[in-house]
């Protein structure tokens, strides 16, 4: 099956600081990326569409200037935190499906944000 | 978003027995649907789908129901093995994109 994987997986840093997190599709090529948020006991949210060569899309209510998406490539997007703060701190996880494989998603690992 | 970070309504079960995890899901327009197992500190894992053509969908061990008048899906576990203790989410995805919306999630747990 269709693998995707995240790093890291667990980060810690300080308030004010940022943050990047990636997600790699390891056996297929991606033109469209999710990113979600997960705070404990709580649902998966979908925060943006991450768009290989163009602009990501953001949910109603995402600061796309805090959470700043990079589709560098088919195989990478990645996920930047700026200015953290301790509110941020959430379990961010991505998902992406092969190409002419229908509309199932796959899923990285997650990365668990911890902001001091 | 068209999902709501509410708690997560617990289920428990004896081993052996059935499980039953229900979800109601938002939008009228969603026309797939997909069962997600998530264990503690891990990406969501596939279970089974279910596009709205249908109203049942069976794989191993498992069972998707969809209602599309009142807009609810179930996830049909048969002999709950303690394996199978994880929460459970319900997505629902429409025709105009890839995006996946979450409902609120059941966390299960097998009594051995």
């Known amino acids: 099956g269709a693998v995707v994987s995240q790093h890291p997986s667990r980060v810690i840093c300080k308030s004010g600081t940022s943050v990047k997190i990636e997600c790699r599709s390891l056996?297929?090529?991606?033109?469209?990326m999710f990113w979600y948020r997960q705070f404990p006991k709580q649902s998966l949210m979908l925060m943006a569409t991450?768009?290989?060569?163009?602009?990501?899309?953001?949910e109603q209510g995402v600061e796309k200037d805090k959470f700043l998406i990079n589709h560098a490539s088919l195989t990478l997007s990645t996920l930047t935190v700026t200015s953290a703060h301790p509110e941020d701190s959430s379990f961010y996880i991505c998902?992406?499906?092969?190409?002419?494989?229908?509309?199932?998603?796959?899923f990285g690992p997650g990365t668990r944000l911890t902001v001091t | 978003g068209e999902s709501v970070g509410l708690h997560l309504p617990t289920l428990s079960v004896q081993e052996g027995d059935n499980s039953i995890i229900n979800c109601a899901y938002s939008?009228?327009?969603?026309?797939?649907f997909i069962w997600y197992k998530q264990e503690s500190g891990k990406g969501p894992q596939f279970i089974i789908d279910?596009?709205?053509?249908?109203d049942k969908r069976q794989g191993q061990r498992v069972t998707v129901l969809l209602n599309k008048t009142v807009k609810h899906l179930s996830l049909q576990i048969a002999a709950t093995q303690p394996g199978d203790s994880a929460v459970y989410f319900c997505?629902?995805?429409?025709?105009?994109?890839?995006?996946?919306?979450f409902g609120t999630g059941t966390s299960l747990t097998v009594i051995p």
């Open positions: 998902s992406a499906g092969p190409p002419g494989q229908g509309r199932e998603q796959y």
């Open positions: 056996d297929f090529q991606a033109t469209t």
């Open positions: 991450s768009n290989e060569g163009s602009k990501a899309t953001y």
């Open positions: 939008n009228s327009a969603s026309d797939y």
């Open positions: 279910i596009r709205s053509n249908m």
């Open positions: 997505a629902e995805n429409s025709n105009t994109g890839n995006q996946f919306y």
